[in-house]
């Protein structure tokens, strides 16, 4: 598996995943996604030093996105985020990718701390990030609507570099 950061050519493979349903319902973004606004999105984001965009290669063939927002360097903290093609879903690329990309954090962008929100009922994802070390600090209660229109937590979790763990990975 590699980690790269995204290149133009990966845009029209993000926004199709970005518009099926086993990723946007667990992330905050509205869809419809465009490939027209994917662009003008990567375009003014290439020199942005408050976000890291990276996609991940397995054999060739692009397994999933992430990255980081909101890098403060004067903390030394920025938030996840990870989402894997809808179609190698269960297959433990998020484990992999999600110690990969801390890893990314921690050693490329020199960060001391990083934190994720994630929604209460999202546990394949609570349990990968667990797997890799976050510990739960927070939670917002009733910030977000689920599918059947009930109020639910989000939760905020946070990772020391010191406590990324690798033996749950594999």
Known sequence: MQIREIIFDDLEERVKWMNHPKVYSSMHFSVPVTI?????????????????????????????FGGFTSIEKATGMAELYVFVDPYSQNKGFGSIVTYMLCE???????????CLYTNEENIAAIKVYQKCGFVLEGRHRREYINKKGEFKDRLYMGL???????????
């Open 36 to 64: 027209e606004n994917t662009i003008n999105w990567y375009k003014q984001n290439i020199n942005n030093e408050k976000r890291s965009d990276v996609a991940f290669i397995n054999n060739n063939k692009l397994i999933a």
């Open 104 to 114: 990314w954090g921690f050693n490329k962008l020199n960060l001391r701390k990083i």
């Open 160 to 170: 020391m570099k010191n406590e990324l763990n690798y033996q749950n990975v594999q």
